[in-house]
């Protein structure tokens, strides 16, 4: 499968307790982007990163909320101390340089983070 | 900063019935525009694109024409399915010529259910 593959797909915490989610671009990608979609809600986006860079973080919460994309492996987004607000989809796109670039992103089938 | 307005759901047809889901935009210079359909429990997956003005994007029986004068981008089908019960979402994208990345800005999606 040449997809962007995210994992898991489901995860439950209970408050206070760390949420990692992974994900893997597509072969050949570059860049790597996380959206969080509430429920019944659009997607938000959160932040982009390239290896070892994050390139815009603007759509990030301040605290608890931090994201990774490392040299070798796959892009972490990390969430510490969850709290029941934190329950959502999150989903991961990736896209490939940018002379290759045509605008598109290609998505996961995202992260579904239940906080009890 | 950009933005993008989709009309709210849920929108419910019969089946062969036309469908319409009106998509318009603010944003500066001259975006690509997209349609990502998302279907139940899974991603999003590009449904069809524009990047320039007067654009006809297709694919599945569905278009939609990117509109400079109006900014929008409506999504059309003659004859909807149920298999077309789904979330649409309109996006776009204002990455300059020649930029690492970009970021998709969403609408806040459409829930379309289709009944035989």
């Known amino acids: 499968n040449a997809g962007v593959m995210q994992n898991p797909r489901h995860l439950v915490r209970r408050r206070g307790q760390e949420a990692r989610l992974r994900c893997s671009p597509m072969?050949?990608?570059?860049?790597v982007y996380w959206y969080r979609q509430l429920p019944e809600e659009g997607l938000k986006f959160m932040v982009y990163?390239?290896?070892?860079?994050?390139?815009?973080e603007s759509g990030m919460p301040k605290e608890r909320f931090s994201a990774e994309f490392p040299k070798e492996g796959p892009s972490i987004l990390r969430i510490q101390q969850v709290v029941r607000g934190d329950s959502a989809a999150y989903f991961c796109?990736?896209?490939?340089?940018?002379?290759?670039?045509?605008?598109?992103?290609?998505f996961g089938e995202g992260s579904r983070l239940t906080v009890l | 900063g950009n933005s993008v307005t989709q009309m709210e759901g849920p929108v419910t047809l019969s089946e062969e019935a036309f469908l319409t889901i009106n998509c318009t935009y603010t944003?500066?210079?001259?975006?690509?525009l997209f349609w990502y359909v998302q279907y139940p429990g899974e991603g999003l997956q590009l449904l069809l694109k524009?990047?320039?003005?007067?654009d006809k994007g297709s694919n599945k029986g569905f278009e939609a024409t990117y509109r400079k004068e109006t900014t929008s981008f409506h999504l059309e089908k003659g004859s909807v399915q149920v298999s077309d019960s789904a979330v649409y979402f309109c996006?776009?994208?204002?990455?300059?010529?020649?930029?690492?990345?970009?970021?998709?800005?969403f609408g806040g999606g459409t829930r379309v259910l289709v009944k035989p």
């Open positions: 796109a990736s896209s490939p340089p940018p002379i290759q670039h045509t605008g598109e992103l290609f």
């Open positions: 072969k050949g990608h570059s860049h």
């Open positions: 990163l390239q290896k070892e860079n994050i390139i815009d």
């Open positions: 944003a500066t210079g001259y975006p690509s």
């Open positions: 524009a990047t320039k003005a007067d």
């Open positions: 996006a776009l994208s204002d990455r300059p010529r020649g930029a690492a990345g970009n970021k998709l800005t």
